[in-house]
Structures are given as structure tokens and as C-alpha cells.
């Protein structure tokens, strides 16, 4: 038994939330592979938005196992808060949900780094999510870092108190402005001590050893969904860096953050939008700043279901897609949002990137850093609505060529679509 991946190919915000919650029920475990609290994954059903940031997208189906895996980064004040509401809609995650003790912990300074770095860089932001990410990934990586196992045993404290200490003396080197060095509007010491009953209020939460459970569980026949957070094209190495997040956010990112051989990596589902958005600085070459860019933002409701920030839109990049779909081994193609393009007469997709004479399929190293102008062809739009369709053979005639067309250009089909935010709202197609 392999475990099959999905995950997003443009800048994040695709909407994987949602197709994880309509896959759920073909598996027996959900597994979130990296990333942390900056990731928000939406699920709308029974009339009620839901945003996870940490816990997998399984979480609703109480049958089902869900686990935070080694990869992931914790913030106890913000996992306990999205525990308390997941409760308060009458789930147990304490029943159906596993942690890996090998996840590393967002200390409060990890969080307060991430702002006076952040704001040292002045208009050169990267947009940053301000949830202590990039801080909490270097201490990993530098063999700092504190992990949840570690509450387990005597003298966290103490390692807490050195680590912090540390942090303190980068913090201070910045001579930030006071009004950064809040948490949640809260001055350090305040969000330290609910960080602590935080991790009290945590602990019915079983911690395993993931990757022995993970491997167990694909011998005795066990079917997995590892869940990726973010998208492709933030990935910290074949991302528009350094516009991108702390982890590997592509299908290769299962193996390290879930601890499985490559070769136990199943089906690939690349979720993408049928148009672009992308949150923070760094390059967007089919961005529109006028008036088609706010119309795809406001019937996309696309502002950050994290921070709530207004999203940058554009027509769909295939050069970028491209490159995900080749990264990741992409085998079943997932297009998100497009209901929101119902009442556009004509929509356009870029097909290259024209810089100078020459025209690129892909985005590579040197690509991004100049001024791109996007090849765009048109398509008619199908100017009408398509939430309430349930087939492929119900959709619009103009949808299903939009839709064959980008199947073409990226070499494969597009076979689940979503016309809205519901559950139902979803159309397996059969090819």
C-alpha cells in the first residue's frame, strides 16, 4: 500500500482544505507533512466555514486517524485555540487525532524574531505571516530547536529558558520598535504563560513515534492521504525565492516530513485554482492591478483565511503549473474556484513568459528575476452559473473546453473540479 499526496501548485490558498475533506473517506489516515500556523485550510459543509491551521483536513470524519507529522512546526497557543473550537462543534480530536513527538515547537520568541525581521527589511517584506515560520525551521535546521517529545521529560524549562535567552539577545540586536514585541496584542511575558497552559491543554493529545506508526500502517494495508500545506511555487528551494516558506512543500517533502521511502509515494493530487492568487511580495507575472484583478478578488472572497490580507490576483500561469506538475509527479489534476469566473465574457491563461525575443515554458532560475510579459490566449467564457452542476456533462460547453484545453497544456487531465465551497459542491469526472 502506498500513501497518496495532495497538495497545491501555485502560491497556496487552492483550496485543499476542502478536497481533503471530500477525499477523507476513501482513506484511514490523514497526515499532514510540513509547514505550521500560517497555513489555513477552509472546509464549508452543513452551512458552517471552517479554518484549520495545523490539524489535517480529516478531522470532521471521526472514523478516521489524523496525524501532524514530524515535518510540521507546533505553536501550542494557537493549536489549543483551534482545539477549543473543534470542540465546541462537538468533534474529539483527543479520539482521532495523533502528533508526532518528533515536531518541533514555535517558542513565543520564535515569533517575535519573525517580526523585527520582518520589519528591518522595510519595503523589501517578503510578507511574512508573522507566526514565527521561518525562525522555528532555522532553529530546526541548526539542531536548536525544542520539539513537543520533549514535554514529555523533565527540564523543559530549562532548555525553553536557554533557547529564549538566545532568541532575546537576536531580538534586541534589531533595536525594534516596542510596538512589534506583541504576541497576539500581548506583551511577551502574558503570551508565555498562556504558551504554558497552552501545552497543558494540548496534552490529551496523543504523541507517537509517526513514522513507526506511518510504516506500520501502510504494511498492514492501511490507506494514507499525506496533506500538504502552502503551495509549489513557495517552496524553499524550487520556489520564487526568497519570496517562499521555510519547507519542502512538494510531493518529495513526504518523505522527509513523514518519514516514508520515495518509493511508497502512490498518486499525486495537485490542487490548483483556475485562475492565480498569491499573498506577500515576490513575483506574480500574470497579476492584475485593475479592475479584472478586484472582480476576481471580491467573487473569490480571496483574502487570506489566515491573515486575513487581500490576496493579489491574475489569470492562470501554466509555465508555473508546468514546472509543479513536473516537480511533484502530479498524477490527477484538481481545478478549484471556477464558479468564480462564470461571469467573465472572455478569460485568459498564460501560455509563456516573453522576456526580450524568447519565449520560456518554464519558470527557471534566471526567469523570474526580469520582466516577464505573459503569453495570453483568450477563451470564451460560459456566462453561466455552474455552483449547481454535478456532472461533467451538466457543465457548460465553453467550461469543458477551458477545462480540455488546460488538460492538453499541462498533459494531463483535469478529472476533479470544484463549482463552489460545499462538500457537493464537487465533480469527480471520468476519464
Not at 505550521?36 to 478531522?59: D, Q, R, Y
Request: proline share 6%; hydrophobic share 35%; charged share 25%.
Amino acid at each position: 500500500m502506498k500513501i497518496d499526496v495532495l497538495l497545491g501548485l501555485q502560491w497556496g490558498d487552492e483550496g485543499k482544505g476542502k478536497i481533503t475533506d471530500v477525499l477523507t473517506p476513501d482513506y484511514d489516515i490523514i497526515a499532514r507533512f510540513q509547514g505550521g500556523p500560517n497555513a489555513g485550510h477552509t472546509l464549508e459543509f452543513n452551512g458552517i466555514k471552517h479554518v484549520l491551521h495545523t490539524i489535517p483536513s480529516g478531522i470532521f470524519h471521526p472514523e478516521k486517524i489524523n496525524v501532524v507529522g514530524n515535518g510540521v512546526i507546533i505553536d501550542p497557543y494557537i493549536l489549543a485555540r483551534e482545539l477549543k473550537k473543534l470542540r465546541d462543534r462537538g468533534a474529539r480530536p483527543e479520539l482521532n487525532m495523533l502528533i508526532s513527538k518528533r515536531a518541533h515547537l514555535i517558542l513565543p520568541t520564535h515569533r517575535l524574531i519573525d517580526a523585527v525581521e520582518e520589519a528591518s527589511k522595510g519595503s523589501a517584506k517578503i510578507g511574512s505571516t508573522l507566526k514565527g515560520i521561518g525562525p522555528t525551521y532555522t532553529d530546526k535546521t541548526g539542531r536548536h530547536g525544542l520539539r513537543i517529545g520533549d514535554t514529555q521529560f523533565p527540564g523543559l524549562r530549562d532548555k525553553y529558558k536557554a533557547l529564549k535567552n538566545q532568541h532575546m539577545r537576536i531580538i534586541e540586536s534589531f533595536n525594534p520598535d516596542p510596538d512589534i514585541l506583541r504576541i497576539e496584542n500581548m506583551m511577551l511575558e502574558e503570551y508565555e504563560q498562556h504558551w504554558f497552559e497552552s501545552l497543558d491543554y494540548i496534552s490529551d493529545i496523543r504523541l507517537i513515534d509517526s513514522e513507526i506508526f506511518i510504516n506500520q500502517s501502510m504494511r498492514e494495508g492501511k490507506k494514507i492521504l499525506a496533506e500538504g500545506a502552502q503551495g509549489t511555487m513557495l517552496d524553499i528551494d524550487f520556489g520564487t525565492y526568497p519570496y517562499v516558506t521555510s519547507s519542502n512543500t512538494i510531493s518529495a517533502g513526504v518523505c522527509s516530513g513523514l518519514g516514508i521511502s520515495p518509493q511508497n509515494v502512490g498518486r499525486v493530487f495537485g490542487v490548483f485554482k483556475a485562475y492565480c492568487t498569491r499573498v506577500g511580495g515576490g513575483p506574480f507575472p500574470t497579476e492584475l492591478l485593475e479592475e479584472t484583478g478586484e472582480m476576481l478578488r471580491d467573487k473569490g472572497r480571496e483574502f487570506g483565511s489566515t491573515t486575513g490580507r487581500p490576496r493579489r490576483c491574475g489569470w492562470l500561469d501554466l509555465p508555473a503549473l508546468r514546472y509543479s506538475v513536473m516537480l511533484n509527479g502530479v498524477t490527477d489534476l484538481v481545478m478549484m474556484k471556477a464558479d468564480v469566473l462564470d461571469e467573465f465574457e472572455t478569460i485568459s491563461v498564460c501560455t509563456g513568459y516573453k522576456i526580450g525575443d524568447e519565449v520560456f515554458e518554464f519558470p527557471g532560475y534566471d526567469t523570474l528575476n526580469q520582466a516577464i510579459e505573459p503569453v495570453l490566449s483568450q477563451f470564451p467564457g460560459w456566462l453561466t452559473p455552474i455552483s449547481d452542476c454535478r456532472s461533467w456533462e451538466e457543465l457548460p460547453e465553453n467550461f469543458r473546453n477551458y477545462t480540455d484545453a488546460l488538460g492538453e497544456q499541462l498533459g494531463l487531465p483535469v478529472t476533479v473540479l470544484s463549482v463552489g465551497p460545499n462538500r457537493d459542491q464537487t465533480i469527480i469526472r471520468k476519464t
